[in-house]
Structures are given as structure tokens and as C-alpha cells.
């Protein structure tokens, strides 16, 4: 009866006291060094504590990144030019693969770092740093003259490639990871102006073409493919297929001329695939609606190939756009709940579209069963049924 009753306890204890180790506050350095002021980082598991000396203007720093394998690199900056990764001034560390702890400085000048060794705009002492319990330690001394008390600063974690860093992550908490720090109140921000209209036109941008390309235009097809079966529905079926693909067109011309706005705004990030399927999905669909234009008349012996060339144009636009947002979710990254809901919707039309082609052959067939006694009842001369010949011939023909 005792082992339930002291399990409890047990357990809370060791919950307590990593709820307790994770407060920059109550942390304590293994070489009993002591900073006044320390602050939990947003993103990235990561902590910052300092001493700031404002007559000398200098500040010695002890960076922390918990939760991380010896099989990646870590960093913390101060950018002094302007907010974000580029104009950074970094502190990089990582375990090298003959186990040695590597800490070095290394100005970030563009998005395609790979964060070379160089020296920094000031001038930095006592740079070492520590790995222990999947935690990294980076100790420094930076002497930030004619830099504000409050500087923008970035932190920063990403795989090795060897014994090299290479690329980080380009979604989620790794774009996430920058903000503001008043070294003297140890107040901080996020740099939500820049971050969270970058995040908007993301958003902006995915729903646009989720909407259009993936939503619209499937649902334009399905009028056109099922409805003008039935002769009651013309041309109601023309009016509906034409209001969704040109809607889906307009909205998908913003959410592409969205996507190029934020393409030129991060000249380091590519996403290639995605980028080249949405200027070919484009392409096709301007393409499909100047043949509008050029459309023959129903009984023009160019109609055929026309339809022909504007059905497979049309699928294959739905096709590279439903691709296309899926990467697009990928890259984005949201939560799983909104990738979930337009595959729900995607499923839905796709459930909707094979029963109406089942029901579209069977009144197809049904007509043509139903015709055929029509037919030969009209080719008959006379109302006993069978004398006929050249009439019946005739009649068959029209």
C-alpha cells in the first residue's frame, strides 16, 4: 500500500524539478559562474544570460541550447544593422567528429552561409564553449562600442555536414528564432513587425491558391464534366463552369503574385520545385483562358481538337495545383489540422466526381438503350411495321 503513496511523490518531485530546470532563474553553472540577468529564449529551447557592463559597454554572455544531439551545430548573434539573419554577428558552436568542441565567431553577409570562421564588427574575448547532457554552452565576452543597450539578437540551430554546418531548417521555430534584448532592463521582444508580416503574406499566400486553384477550379470542372449531361442544366452548367474558373483564376493570379513578392523578399530561400510548378500552373491556366478567345463554334470542324486540347490543359492545371499546395503545406508548415481539412475537401470532390461518372454512364447507356427502338420504329413505313426499305434507310441516317 505504501508504493502507490510514494510513487506520487516521486513522480511530482522529478516533474517539479524539471519544470525547474528549464527557468533560466534557477539555473546554475557547473564552473560557478555567476550572470545577474538571464532571459528564456521563445524558440528553440534555447536561454541567454548576461552581465552587461554599461561604462566599459561590454557584455559577457552564456548562451544555452538544450534538447539537442552532438550531430548539430548551434549559434546566437547580435545583428547591430538590422533585424534577422543577414548583417549577423555570430557565435557558432559544435562538436567536431573527434568528439572536440569547436567555438568560433562568423559574420553572416547572405542566406547561403555556411557560416565560415571570420571576424566579427566587435571585438570578442574568452570564447569557448561546452557540451554536456544534450546542452550546449557558449561563453563569451563582447565589447559592443557605439552599439545601442538594445540589440536585435538571433539564435540559430541546424545539422553538420561533416564537420561543417550546413543548412538549417527554413520553417517553423528556425525562422521564428529572433527578436530584441535590452541588455540593461533584460526586457525582450519578438521582431513582430518583420516576422509576423513575412508570416502573414505566407498565410495570405496559401490560402489564395488553396482556395483558387485547389478548390475553384476543381469544382468548375465538375460542373462542366457532369452537368451538361442533363438538357435541363443548359446552359446553366457553361455559366457555373465559367464563374468558377474565372474566379479561381483572379484569386490565384493574387496568391502567385503573392508568392513572387515574398520570393524577392528572401533572395536565400528556395524552394525550386515549388516555385517552377507555380509559374508553369500559371502559364497554362493564362494560356486556357485567352483560347476562350479563340474557342471554334460547336459544328467547326476544329471544335474537336479544340475540346481536346482544352480538357487536357484544364486537368493538368488542377493536377500540378493540388501537387503544388500540398508543398506548399510542407513549406509553410501550419498546423496539421489545415492540411488535413483541404485533403477532406480534395477527398470530397474526388468521392462527388466517381459517383456522378458512374451515374453519368448509366444515364448515357440508359439514353442510348432507350433511342435505339426509337429509331427503328421511325424507320418503319407504315403503321403495320414492315414494308419499309428506302425510307427507313433515310430516317436512320438524320
Known sequence: MLKPVLIIPTLLSLYISSSYAQSCTNYKFSSNQIFTQCNDLPNLNSFLHWNYDQSTESVKIAY?????????????????????????????????????????????????????????????????????????????????????????????????????????????????????????????????????????????????????????????????????????????????HALCQTSGYVVGVAGWATGLRLGSQSPGVQYTSHRIIGIVVFCL?????????????????????????????????????????????????????????YAGVIIGLAIVAAILEIFTWYVVVKRKKSSHPHKMSNGVNGTNGYSGGYGGRAQERV
Open 64 to 240: 544555452r541550447h538544450s534538447g539537442v544531439s552532438p550531430s548539430r551545430w548551434v549559434a546566437w548573434a547580435v545583428n547591430p544593422t538590422g533585424r534577422g539573419m543577414v548583417g549577423a554577428q555570430a557565435l557558432v558552436a559544435y562538436q567536431k567528429s573527434d568528439g572536440k568542441i569547436r567555438a568560433y565567431t562568423a559574420p553572416v553577409t547572405g542566406y547561403q552561409t555556411q557560416l565560415q570562421e571570420g571576424e566579427l564588427s566587435f571585438p570578442v574575448s574568452d570564447l569557448t564553449a561546452t557540451y554536456a547532457g544534450n546542452e550546449f554552452i557558449i561563453f563569451a565576452t563582447l565589447k559592443l562600442d557605439n552599439i545601442s543597450s538594445t540589440v536585435n539578437q538571433v539564435w540559430q540551430e541546424g545539422p553538420l555536414s561533416g564537420d561543417s554546418p550546413a543548412t538549417h531548417p527554413t520553417a517553423g521555430p528556425n525562422v521564428q528564432s529572433t527578436g530584441n534584448l535590452n541588455l540593461l532592463s533584460g526586457q525582450t521582444g519578438t521582431t513582430s513587425g518583420a516576422l509576423g508580416s513575412r508570416i502573414k503574406k505566407k498565410n495570405i499566400h496559401g490560402v489564395l491558391n488553396a482556395v483558387s486553384w485547389g478548390i475553384l477550379l476543381p469544382i468548375g470542372a465538375v460542373f462542366a464534366r457532369y452537368l451538361k449531361v442533363f438538357p435541363s442544366a443548359d446552359p446553366a452548367w457553361f455559366y457555373l
Open 285 to 341: 491556366a493564362t494560356l486556357q483562358v485567352s483560347a476562350m478567345l479563340l474557342r471554334p463554334k460547336k459544328e467547326h470542324k476544329y471544335r474537336f481538337y479544340w475540346n481536346v486540347y482544352h480538357h487536357f490543359i484544364g486537368y493538368s492545371v488542377i493536377v500540378l495545383s493540388i501537387i503544388n499546395i500540398f508543398k506548399g503545406f510542407n513549406i509553410l508548415d501550419p498546423d496539421q489540422k489545415w492540411k488535413r481539412a
